[in-house]
Structures are given as structure tokens and as C-alpha cells.
């Protein structure tokens, strides 16, 4: 059961709240307690002795101080001011000093899940929670992948990053030194796939897929002659990016032009993800991660490589919310290159509408 918050909480606008966001990786987060925000909304989060994830907000509702200076005892969380003792349920089941507990004297909890490696929370009406729902990527303890995640916190708006998600032509210029390894042929090659790329909407996002020709994976596949990679996009709200990338010899789509590629033509699959979760309206968190598929050698290149990428949108989507803190009048401008930016927001705004009259309807 899911109780009605202590405070009336004030909604960010532009997001969608019948949704599941990542609370954080299970290797990241500590399962005695750990705290967390979405959406601006704290929590505090811990794992039963069965398994069960529990979240709470973060708010005792008897004198409004977080529930995470507490301590567990067992499967409960007792406030570390006067000592009341919540239930994973959110009940409160001990008052000291006071034999009555009052049935109003209860915590809001939020739907919880553990899946492809990290802890889901869902922020809007719990009867809507569904499991069918949460983000299809690939985690760690997937199997058939080796995978390597990391969290980076970002002072900037989660709406730059899904921007930058959205467009993928900055990959030869801001990643030039990690993502392509300073190769102008690879760069010219991803520009040129980028802006050449199939893009189809559907009902929750927009889905890409791009073929380029990469100069070799020798580390991973013994040798360093080109590759012909085919490159699947996905960007979903409420703010999910997978790729998947399968690599083939050169020549691949000549010799199957109907597209029906035999697997074992395939040489190497690797999969990533950038979940982006807002914090509040200025700030958000990346939760990413990338893999190859558990038959290649481990890639501690490519895990150096993505992770200095990520630190160069980190700086580069800082320095805009910056300069746009300093220039509040001004506006950016839509380019041709934006066209996928211009349709998710048009999908977010039907999303987030639909979101607002379900909440309305609460």
C-alpha cells in the first residue's frame, strides 16, 4: 500500500510521473540504507531481508525530518529523532511513550524494483505501476553480457541531456578524442551515418538505426581490418537511450541487401545505455553503462573511453546550463539536425499532458 505524502509536493513540469526512473545501480547503492531524488522529490531506500527493495520518502510526518538520519532495525526504518518505527509498508508501528499509533501516522512509500541491475521507482499513482513497463536494456547479471556501469551527477537540466542523446552529430567533434580515438576517417564516417540515419516516432519516443564503416576492433577481435557496423537507437521517455551495435566484415549489407543477415555472420554485439533521471529542474543524474557480449575478451578500453565521454558531456552540457543562467534571454536555435530533438518534445508534451489528467484524476 502506497500513503499519501506528509506535504503537498511540488510537481517539476514537463515530466511525466506514471513512470519508472533509477533510483541508482545495485553495485552503487547500500542496501542497509541509501537515499536518493527524483523528480525533487527525496528518498530513502533499503532492501528487506527477503529481497524486497523498499522506498520511502524521505520525511517523517511527525516533525519533518528526514527518515534517512534514522537507523534499520530489521526490516524497519526508526527516525533518529524521537524514535518512531515505520513498517516497509510505511505504517508506523511504535510511537515511544505512547501506546496508541494513530492510523494517520504513516509514511509515503513509492513503488520499488530491482532489475537489469539497477532499482526502479515509480513516481506517480502506484495502482499504475506495471513491470511490463520498465526500460528494456541491458544490465549487469544479464546474461550473455559483460557490462560495466557507472553514475555521473551533472549540473545541468535533464532536458539538455535528452537534446544531446537525441542528436548524435556532436560524436565526431566533442567525442573525437575518445569515442572515435582521433581517427578523421571514423569521425567522417559516424558524422556521415548520423545524418543519413532512419528515424521512426512511436508512441513513446523515436527509434534510429545507422550503418558506418569503423576502422577495426583489433583488441577484441584479433585483428585490425574495417568494419561494417550496424548501429540500433532507441531514445524513450521517460528519458532512456539504448544502442546496440553489431559489427560484421565489410560488405555485409551488399551480400544480404534484404537484410536478413545469418547470425553467425555476426563478429561482435555490444550494448550501452544512458538512463537520465531529472533531480531537480536545473540538475539530473546519468546512469549509464556498455558491454560486449560475454564471448569477446574484456574491454577495458572501450570502458575508458566511454567514461571519458561521458565527463565531456558532463562539461560541455555544465557549461551550457551555465551560460544560459547568464543569459536568460537568449534562446537557442532548431537546425536540421535537431529534427529528432523537435519530435520528442512533441511527444513528451502529449505524454506529459496525458500524465497530468491521470494525476488530476487522483
Given at each position: ?14 515530466y ?11 553495485s ?26 523498499v ?11 528526514p ?20 513498517d ?134 584479433g ?127 502529449r ?12
Amino acid at each position: 500500500m502506497t500513503s499519501t505524502s506528509t506535504r503537498p509536493t511540488e510537481r517539476l513540469e514537463g515530466y511525466i510521473y506514471n513512470a519508472w526512473y533509477m533510483a541508482g545501480w545495485v553495485s552503487e547503492l547500500d542496501a542497509d540504507k541509501s537515499t536518493a531524488r527524483i523528480l525533487n522529490e527525496p528518498l530513502v531506500l533499503y532492501r528487506t531481508a527477503a529481497g524486497r527493495w523498499v522506498a520511502f520518502e524521505d520525511l517523517c510526518p511527525h516533525k519533518l525530518v528526514p527518515l534517512s538520519f534514522g537507523k534499520r532495525i530489521g526490516d524497519c526504518l526508526r527516525c533518529g529523532y524521537h524514535g518512531l518505527k515505520f513498517d516497509e509498508d510505511g505504517r508506523c508501528v511504535e510511537i515511544p511513550g505512547q501506546a496508541i499509533i494513530p492510523p494517520s501516522v504513516r509514511v509515503r512509500t513509492y513503488p520499488a524494483v530491482e532489475k537489469h541491475g539497477g532499482v526502479w521507482i515509480w513516481m506517480g499513482d502506484p495502482e499504475r505501476a506495471d513491470e511490463g513497463a520498465l526500460p528494456a536494456i541491458i544490465g549487469e547479471g544479464d546474461a550473455g553480457y559483460q557490462v560495466f556501469s557507472q553514475t555521473t551527477d551533472i549540473d545541468g537540466s535533464a532536458r539538455m541531456l535528452w537534446d544531446n542523446l537525441l542528436d548524435l552529430t556532436h560524436i565526431p567533434f566533442l567525442h573525437f578524442d575518445s569515442l572515435i580515438g582521433g581517427d578523421p576517417s571514423a569521425a567522417a564516417a559516424i558524422f556521415a551515418a548520423e545524418v543519413a540515419k532512419n528515424s521512426t516516432p512511436h508512441d513513446r519516443g523515436i527509434a534510429m538505426d545507422s550503418w558506418h564503416i569503423f576502422p577495426g576492433r583489433p583488441d577484441l577481435l584479433g585483428h585490425g581490418r574495417p568494419l561494417e557496423e550496424h548501429a540500433i537507437t532507441d531514445f524513450s521517455a521517460p528519458g532512456v537511450l539504448t544502442i546496440n551495435i553489431d559489427s560484421y566484415e565489410v560488405g555485409i549489407r551488399e551480400a544480404f541487401p534484404q537484410g536478413d543477415i545469418p547470425a553467425d555472420r555476426l563478429l561482435l554485439q555490444a550494448s550501452g545505455c544512458q538512463i537520465v533521471v531529472p533531480v531537480t529542474e536545473s540538475t539530473c543524474k546519468v546512469f549509464h553503462n556498455s558491454g560486449n557480449w560475454d564471448k569477446a575478451p574484456p574491454d577495458e578500453g572501450r570502458k575508458l573511453r566511454n567514461a571519458k565521454a561521458i565527463i565531456e558531456d558532463k562539461l560541455m552540457i555544465e557549461a551550457q546550463q551555465a551560460s544560459m543562467r547568464a543569459n536568460p534571454q537568449a534562446r537557442p536555435l532548431m537546425l536540421s539536425m535537431d529534427r529528432n530533438v523537435a519530435r520528442f518534445r512533441s511527444i513528451m508534451s502529449r505524454l506529459v499532458e496525458q500524465d497530468a489528467q491521470v494525476l488530476a484524476a487522483q
